[in-house]
């Protein structure tokens, strides 16, 4: 959804790459969610971050716990910041409706929206 987000507000001026580390696969949710506010992210793929071991970053962004405790290494003048958002496929877990589970991820999905808008400046 980051991606996604940066890429539709912020296309301009930032370059937006997204990778985790490890793949799973586009979520169909957030794809749901996203095109609900008029994103698609339907051409993205989920991408391991070692991909772009040989790309040179200004920013890296990481946006989840996990991504931010096992963050490898980037060489270079890249300056790394944790960002965090909760998971939405773990806060759907407890969701009863399936209406209950969207909102999991439309709330990440808004909070998201709003850190995005705050760049660069909150970089």
């Known amino acids: 959804m980051a991606e996604g987000w940066t890429r539709q507000l912020k296309g301009d001026v930032i370059e937006a790459y ?3 580390i490890q793949t799973h696969g586009l979520n169909a949710d957030a794809v749901r969610v996203m095109k609900e506010a008029g994103v698609d992210i339907r051409a993205q793929r989920s991408k391991n971050v070692a991909e772009f071991k040989d790309v040179e970053f200004d ?5 989840c716990g996990h991504a ?6 980037f060489m270079g003048k ?6 965090g958002f909760d998971d939405p496929p ?4 407890i969701a009863e409706t399936q209406e209950e589970k969207l909102n999991c991820y439309r709330r990440v999905r808004d909070e998201i ?3 995005v808008l705050t760049m660069p400046d909150s970089l």
């Open 78 to 83: 890249a300056k790394v910041m944790h960002v």
């Open 90 to 93: 773990k806060l759907a877990e």
């Open 18 to 20: 997204s990778a985790g």
């Open 68 to 73: 931010n405790e096992n963050c490898p290494v």
């Open 113 to 115: 929206k709003k850190f």
């Open 59 to 63: 920013y890296v962004v990481t946006v």
